[in-house]
């Protein structure tokens, strides 16, 4: 049933009980019933047939009701001529061995699951108050009865919670029967008592629990008071009325934990967060103390389900939540915020030291390797953290600013909120809006950087790399605007045109220099995009251009996400004609063994080894042993990153077979590489090692 029928139901049924608990007799009830079932099921006619005859009916003359035709549809089911109306659908339900509850309706209305359950429900209730009303009916108790279960009605229609409706229900035991003291008791356990403890229960009766059996238990003022057989049939009757109740306070406090809980980790939302922090705040604030917001990022968790799937991704996030509880005091809050977005209030912090102690401890325990479905997934977080004792929305939102900003300086970081923050995250914010109207806008265009063979300085290929020319900021850094691509998930259509305006460009060049390669960068994003297959096949038909004159650049830690999915995926591509290179290579994690389970064709040295070549030894064992893996596998090796002439001696000393770098020619627009690639070689390179 919808949470909407749910509500529907429950309302229809409270105002049921209260009704036909309300009549003053047997009789009264059962008429009580029929008018308000007909009512709420918008039936043209109802009746309660037992003994073969309507003991109550609406929608029929007086002197005309269809006893034998309301029997057989009792007995049998079947459609009821009604005057005025015709045949009509009918639905019934037993009352007990009392008889049948039902209701008639047109035929184009047909009868739905949850009205079977809600007439149900009102034969049950029907039944249990007809039982009610007849001993009743014998009792002088009857009027402290009745108040005694509006009482318990009360609770079901305001939804009291569980300790309230358990404490209302032993009151009301020990008031109805002038008892010294009652309780409740649930699973061998004492829920709920009134009056005095000590005393042991004289008369105890059932009560009908979905969870778990339980007993209603009262004690006389005195041990010699004995409890008639009439007054434990009254309190049976007021056990099972006060049952209903409590299933209502259940259900109220199931409703209530899901509102304010998230279904998957079962952490608290950010309402229940909201909640706790204002809370916080308001006792800190009279103490005067801070309270902190620490708001918790999980890096490349984006990348992470994309290629494991969506339920290996929930599986993830429950095992981090895990860890982030366990590591927190009780009086501390965790919750997810949705996605991969964690917040943790932390209170009665001294100063941002022990906040952040907090946060080291959590970006170490969150970084520890999770096994996912048979394998070991690493992510780790990024953590803001904002400190004070005044508004809440401000400490959460400054906590999501600083985030950024622990996310802008890299993997695994965090970052105390700053006033300056404030302000650069509005600018990043006016940033992101302006760079989904790039494309449209023609905003964008390419700059190519040469690649050299190191032994002649031929230009063999470029790297296209993306710039923007905004409206108003001008040319925008790329170090600026691809990071947030990355994170607004921007970088798919951001990509798709570069790759299909560096295919259109190097098509050009081919004319002249078939041979050459145009090197396009693939992120992670666009890796795991279902379409980027499409999108390569699509720019090389509508290009022209040769597919194996186009080399795809992945970074180690894109390779390293998914290892059967990236590599199932590398392989449609190369079946497209294109080649892989690894960019980059040799800061990320790649082992022999997984980089020749893919297509690769050539491997980049990052420009971190390159740097060092005209220094240290170790950065100069480090870059040969790179060179020396990617030869004896057979790849083609770019050094990248090239800036001083020893570095590219160093290189040629090597066996390096590519250079690429500011000594050899800055990123250019496309038109000042097409009068280079006129020159056979590079002669302004320096002397290069034979």
């Given at each position: 049933m919808s949470g909407a029928g749910a509500n529907w139901s429950t309302?229809?049924?409270?105002?049921?009980?209260?009704?036909?608990?309300?009549?003053?007799?047997?009789?009264?009830?059962?008429?009580?019933?029929?008018?308000?079932?007909?009512e709420a099921f918008g039936a043209e006619a109802g009746a309660m047939v037992g003994g073969g005859v309507a003991l109550a009916s609406i929608g029929f003359p007086r002197d005309a009701v269809p006893h034998a035709a309301l029997a057989e549809v009792a007995a049998h089911g079947g459609a009821l001529a009604v005057p005025g109306i015709g045949a009509c659908e009918c639905l019934a339900a037993p009352v007990d061995t009392a008889g049948v509850?039902?209701?008639?309706?047109?035929?184009?209305?047909?009868?739905?699951?949850?009205?079977?359950?809600?007439?149900?429900?009102?034969?049950?209730?029907?039944?249990?108050?007809?039982?009610?009303?007849?001993?009743?009916?014998?009792?002088?108790?009857?009027?402290?009865?009745?108040?005694?279960?509006?009482?318990?009605?009360?609770?079901?229609?305001?939804?009291?919670?569980?300790?309230?409706?358990?404490?209302?229900?032993?009151?009301?035991?020990?008031?109805?029967?002038?008892?010294?003291?009652?309780?409740?008791?649930?699973?061998?356990?004492?829920a709920a008592w009134s009056g005095p403890a000590g005393r042991p229960p004289l008369l105890s009766v059932a009560l009908h629990d979905e969870h778990e059996g339980g007993a209603l238990e009262v004690a006389a003022r005195t041990d010699a008071r004995p409890y008639a057989e009439s007054e434990r049939d009254v309190l049976r009757a007021f056990a099972e009325h006060a049952s209903l109740a409590l299933s209502n306070a259940r259900n109220h406090a199931d409703a209530v934990h899901r509102a304010l809980h998230d279904p998957l980790t079962g952490l608290g939302n950010r309402v229940l967060f909201r909640e706790?922090?204002?809370?916080?705040?308001?006792?800190?604030?009279?103490?005067?103390?801070?309270?902190?917001?620490?708001?918790?990022?999980?890096?490349?968790?984006?990348?992470?389900?994309?290629?494991?799937?969506?339920?290996?991704?929930?599986?993830l996030l429950v095992a981090l939540a895990g860890r982030l509880r366990a590591l927190l005091?009780?009086?501390?809050?965790?919750?997810?915020?949705?996605?991969?977005?964690?917040?943790?209030?932390?209170?009665?912090?001294?100063?941002?030291?022990?906040?952040?102690?907090?946060?080291?401890?959590?970006?170490?325990?969150?970084?520890?390797?999770?096994?996912v479905s048979g394998q070991d997934v690493a992510v780790g977080a990024s953590v803001g953290i904002a400190i004070g004792r005044s508004g809440g929305d401000d400490l959460l939102r400054n906590a999501d600013f600083a985030m950024y900003q622990a996310k802008a300086a890299g993997r695994g970081c965090y970052a105390l909120f700053q006033p300056e923050m404030h302000a650069a995250a509005l600018g990043r914010?006016?940033?992101?809006?302006?760079?989904?109207?790039?494309?449209?806008?023609?905003?964008?265009?390419?700059?190519?950087?040469?690649?050299?063979?190191?032994?002649?300085?031929?230009?063999?290929?470029?790297?296209?790399?993306?710039?923007?020319?905004?409206?108003?900021?001008?040319?925008?850094?790329?170090?600026?605007?691809?990071?947030?691509?990355?994170?607004?998930?921007l970088i798919v259509p951001i990509g798709r045109w570069v790759l299909r305006e560096a295919c259109r460009q190097g098509a050009e060049w081919h004319r002249r220099r078939p041979d050459l390669r145009i090197g396009v960068n693939v992120s992670g994003c666009q890796l795991a995009d279902s379409?980027?297959?499409?999108?390569?096949?699509?720019?090389?038909?509508?290009?022209?251009?040769?597919?194996?004159?186009?080399?795809?650049?992945?970074?180690?830690?894109?390779?390293?996400?998914?290892?059967?999915?990236?590599?199932?995926?590398?392989?449609?591509?190369?079946?497209?004609?294109?080649?892989?290179?690894?960019?980059?290579?040799?800061?990320?994690?790649?082992?022999?063994?997984?980089?020749?389970?893919?297509?690769?064709?050539?491997?980049?040295v990052a420009r971190t080894f390159v740097d060092g070549l005209d220094g240290s030894d170790d950065h100069a064992t480090l870059?040969?042993?790179?060179?020396?893996?990617?030869?004896?596998?057979?790849?083609?090796?770019?050094?990248?990153?090239?800036?001083?002439?020893?570095?590219?001696?160093?290189?040629?000393a090597l066996g390096c077979d590519f250079a690429q770098g500011f000594l050899i020619a800055r990123p250019m627009p496309a038109h000042?590489?097409?009068?280079?690639?006129?020159?056979?070689?590079?002669?302004?390179?320096?002397?290069?090692?034979?």
């Amino acid at each position: 049933m919808s949470g909407a029928g749910a509500n529907w139901s429950t309302t229809e049924l409270t105002e049921f009980l209260a009704a036909v608990s309300a009549s003053p007799d047997v009789a009264a009830a059962r008429q009580t019933a029929v008018e308000r079932a007909a009512e709420a099921f918008g039936a043209e006619a109802g009746a309660m047939v037992g003994g073969g005859v309507a003991l109550a009916s609406i929608g029929f003359p007086r002197d005309a009701v269809p006893h034998a035709a309301l029997a057989e549809v009792a007995a049998h089911g079947g459609a009821l001529a009604v005057p005025g109306i015709g045949a009509c659908e009918c639905l019934a339900a037993p009352v007990d061995t009392a008889g049948v509850l039902l209701v008639a309706r047109g035929p184009e209305d047909e009868f739905t699951r949850e009205e079977m359950s809600l007439l149900r429900g009102m034969a049950r209730v029907l039944s249990l108050s007809m039982r009610t009303l007849a001993v009743l009916e014998d009792q002088r108790e009857r009027e402290a009865l009745l108040e005694r279960l509006t009482e318990v009605q009360r609770s079901v229609v305001d939804c009291g919670d569980l300790p309230d409706t358990l404490s209302a229900i032993a009151r009301g035991a020990a008031e109805l029967l002038g008892a010294e003291s009652a309780g409740v008791r649930l699973g061998g356990q004492l829920a709920a008592w009134s009056g005095p403890a000590g005393r042991p229960p004289l008369l105890s009766v059932a009560l009908h629990d979905e969870h778990e059996g339980g007993a209603l238990e009262v004690a006389a003022r005195t041990d010699a008071r004995p409890y008639a057989e009439s007054e434990r049939d009254v309190l049976r009757a007021f056990a099972e009325h006060a049952s209903l109740a409590l299933s209502n306070a259940r259900n109220h406090a199931d409703a209530v934990h899901r509102a304010l809980h998230d279904p998957l980790t079962g952490l608290g939302n950010r309402v229940l967060f909201r909640e706790r922090l204002e809370h916080a705040l308001a006792r800190c604030s009279r103490l005067g103390k801070d309270v902190a917001v620490l708001f918790v990022d999980v890096d490349d968790f984006k990348e992470v389900n994309d290629r494991l799937g969506h339920a290996q991704g929930d599986e993830l996030l429950v095992a981090l939540a895990g860890r982030l509880r366990a590591l927190l005091r009780a009086e501390d809050t965790a919750a997810r915020l949705g996605g991969d977005e964690f917040a943790v209030l932390l209170e009665d912090v001294g100063d941002g030291a022990e906040a952040v102690q907090v946060a080291e401890r959590l970006m170490a325990e969150l970084e520890r390797p999770v096994r996912v479905s048979g394998q070991d997934v690493a992510v780790g977080a990024s953590v803001g953290i904002a400190i004070g004792r005044s508004g809440g929305d401000d400490l959460l939102r400054n906590a999501d600013f600083a985030m950024y900003q622990a996310k802008a300086a890299g993997r695994g970081c965090y970052a105390l909120f700053q006033p300056e923050m404030h302000a650069a995250a509005l600018g990043r914010l006016s940033l992101a809006a302006d760079l989904r109207r790039a494309v449209d806008n023609g905003e964008l265009f390419l700059h190519y950087q040469p690649i050299v063979r190191v032994a002649t300085g031929e230009i063999c290929g470029v790297e296209a790399l993306v710039r923007w020319q905004h409206p108003e900021r001008g040319v925008v850094p790329p170090g600026d605007f691809i990071p947030l691509a990355e994170q607004q998930r921007l970088i798919v259509p951001i990509g798709r045109w570069v790759l299909r305006e560096a295919c259109r460009q190097g098509a050009e060049w081919h004319r002249r220099r078939p041979d050459l390669r145009i090197g396009v960068n693939v992120s992670g994003c666009q890796l795991a995009d279902s379409g980027l297959v499409a999108d390569i096949e699509s720019a090389l038909a509508d290009s022209g251009m040769a597919p194996e004159c186009l080399v795809l650049e992945l970074t180690e830690t894109v390779l390293m996400q998914d290892v059967d999915e990236t590599a199932a995926r590398l392989h449609e591509i190369k079946a497209l004609g294109p080649e892989i290179s690894v960019d980059d290579f040799g800061t990320g994690y790649t082992s022999l063994q997984y980089l020749q389970r893919f297509p690769i064709d050539s491997l980049k040295v990052a420009r971190t080894f390159v740097d060092g070549l005209d220094g240290s030894d170790d950065h100069a064992t480090l870059a040969r042993a790179i060179v020396d893996l990617g030869l004896s596998l057979g790849l083609l090796v770019i050094g990248e990153g090239v800036e001083r002439p020893l570095q590219l001696a160093a290189l040629a000393a090597l066996g390096c077979d590519f250079a690429q770098g500011f000594l050899i020619a800055r990123p250019m627009p496309a038109h000042e590489l097409g009068a280079l690639l006129a020159q056979p070689v590079l002669t302004a390179l320096p002397p290069r090692a034979a």
